[in-house]
């Protein structure tokens, strides 16, 4: 069943609906549109998934989930042009909104532009509900959650390539406190330490990556072993 299947009775009979302890007015043509667009994105029917939601957008331009969920299959379709303004589009209509604020920030890591990169990630870490809703299947298709450990990792990662080292491995240290078998965050946490001049530290992060089957884990490892 779909996340809005058999959600309203009739169509155009304006509702409310409380998501993630939010209160929001949908219009049932939408969410009907709306669900057509999950199951197509749920089928990497990523083409699909942006007409379908399109036709959301067009039946209620004030949600701004829809803008959010459009530009998550822009984004896996590779275009990030039409990407980046979905989700400014969802910032605009909901200033702290946690999920674009996250993806709008990769845009930028894409980029190459870490300074923005880093300010919407520390949106989306500001806002964040911390909670983990794999159990209802939000975290698997990944369209309308992120985990706060990918938030907190990225973040440590992008803020260690701007040598903001300290701050990088705060974010990196709750990545792995939330999970602490989460290997891009440990393999980054080796990397930072090492690049923060304290390599000795860094080996038993690298040493935990290459148990966790990160590939580059044995030739990084070496290379501080001779430094």
Known sequence: MGLFDDLFK?????????????????????????????DK????????????????????????????????????????????????????????????????????????????AVKWLKVSYDNHPGLNLEHIGIGKNNILFIDKKVVCGNLGNFLTQ????????????????IDPNYP???LTMGLALAQSGKPKEGIPFIEKAGKLGVAQAPMILQMLKNM
């Open 10 to 38: 009739k169509k155009g009979i304006p509702e409310k609906m409380n998501f993630l302890g939010k209160e929001y007015e949908i219009n049932p043509d939408a969410m009907v549109f709306s669900q057509q667009g999950l």
């Open 41 to 116: 994105y749920q089928e990497q029917d990523y083409s699909g998934a942006v007409t379908a939601f399109t036709k959301a957008i067009n039946a209620q331009p004030t949600n701004q989930n829809f803008y959010t969920m459009r530009g998550t299959a822009y984004e896996d379709m590779g275009n990030d042009i039409e990407a980046e303004k979905d989700f400014k589009k969802t910032l605009e209509l909901l200033p702290n909104d946690f999920l674009s604020a996250y993806r709008l920030g990769m845009v930028y890591s894409r980029k190459k532009d870490f300074e923005n």
């Open 162 to 177: 701007l040598k903001r080292f300290e701050e990088g491995i705060k974010y990196l240290d709750e990545a792995i406190k």
């Open 184 to 186: 891009n965050a440990v």
